[in-house]
C-alpha cells in the first residue's frame, strides 16, 4: 500500500498568515493527488483534485502542487473559515486509496 | 443539486453484521464513470476508503478488509448498500459515502453515520 504522510500534523497560524500542508507519498503517485477540508461537525469539503486544479467554488487562495512523491496545499491568506482539518488522498494505486494523516490548521 | 445521506443502525454489538445505506439524489450511478464509494474515519482519526461500486456494478474494496466487505446498489441506482461482517470495537467510526465521477476524487460527500460497536 501507498502509505501518506502530511506534515505538520497541528499548525498554528494568524489570520491572513500564508501557510502550506506537505504530503509525502511512500512511493511516487504521478501527480493523482487529492485534498480535502473538514470542519469540526464532520463536514467534508473537496477541494483540489489531480494536484493543483481546484474545485469549482473553492476559493482561488487555495492551491495545490507537486510532483513525485512530494506535494502540497498552500493558502495565501488565512481567512476565518480555513481553520479545519485537511487532508490528502492519492489514487495512483488501485484499489487502495489512502489518504494522509490529517492536518489540523488552528488559530494562533 | 447533488446530495448522499448515510443511514445506519447507530450501535450494534461485536460479531454482528453492520448494514449501511446510501442514499443519494442530484445524479445517477446507471451514468458512465460515476462511482459511490464508502470512507469512514474512527473519532480522531484520519479517513480510511473502505469500498466502491461503479456505474456498471463493478466492486472494489480495500484490501486489508475486503473478505469482510460487500457493497451493492439497488436497481433504481439510488442507493448503494454497504454490509461489514463480525464487527469488534474497532470498526466504530462515522462511517460516509461519496460519489466520484470519472476520477478517484470524492466531489460530493455524506454528513456521516456514526456507528459504535459496543456489547
Known amino acids: 500500500d501507498i502509505q501518506m504522510t502530511q506534515t505538520p500534523s497541528s499548525m498554528p497560524a494568524s489570520l491572513g498568515e500564508r501557510v502550506t500542508i506537505s504530503c509525502r507519498a511512500s512511493?511516487?503517485?504521478?501527480?493523482?493527488l487529492n485534498w480535502y477540508q473538514q470542519k469540526p461537525d464532520g463536514t467534508i469539503k473537496p477541494l483540489i483534485y489531480?494536484?493543483?486544479n481546484l474545485q469549482s467554488g473553492v476559493p482561488s487562495r487555495f492551491s495545490g502542487s507537486g510532483s513525485g512523491t512530494d506535494y502540497s496545499l498552500t493558502i495565501s491568506s488565512l481567512e476565518p473559515e480555513d481553520f479545519a482539518m485537511y487532508y490528502c488522498?492519492?489514487?495512483?494505486?488501485?484499489?487502495?486509496?489512502?489518504f494522509g494523516g490529517g492536518t489540523k490548521l488552528e488559530l494562533k | 443539486q447533488v446530495t448522499l445521506k448515510e443511514s445506519g443502525p447507530g450501535m450494534l454489538q461485536p460479531s454482528k453484521t453492520l448494514s449501511l445505506t446510501c442514499s443519494f439524489s442530484?445524479?445517477?450511478?446507471?451514468?458512465?464513470?460515476?462511482?459511490v464509494s464508502w470512507i469512514r474515519q474512527p473519532s480522531g482519526k484520519s479517513l480510511e476508503w473502505l469500498a466502491a461500486?461503479?456505474?456498471?456494478?463493478?466492486?472494489y474494496y480495500n484490501p486489508s478488509l475486503k473478505s469482510r466487505l460487500t457493497v451493492s446498489k439497488d436497481t433504481s441506482n439510488t442507493q448503494v448498500f454497504l454490509k461489514i461482517t463480525s464487527v469488534d470495537i474497532a470498526d466504530t467510526a462515522t462511517y460516509y459515502c461519496?460519489?466520484?465521477?470519472?476520477?478517484?476524487?470524492?466531489?460530493?460527500w455524506g454528513p456521516g453515520t456514526m456507528v459504535t460497536v459496543s456489547s
Open positions: 461519496a460519489r466520484s465521477w470519472e476520477l478517484w476524487y470524492f466531489d460530493f
Open positions: 442530484g445524479f445517477s450511478l446507471s451514468t458512465s464513470g460515476m462511482v
Open positions: 461500486i461503479d456505474w456498471d456494478g463493478d466492486k
Open positions: 512511493q511516487g503517485i504521478s501527480n493523482y
Open positions: 489531480y494536484t493543483s
Open positions: 488522498q492519492q489514487y495512483d494505486s488501485s484499489p487502495t486509496w489512502t
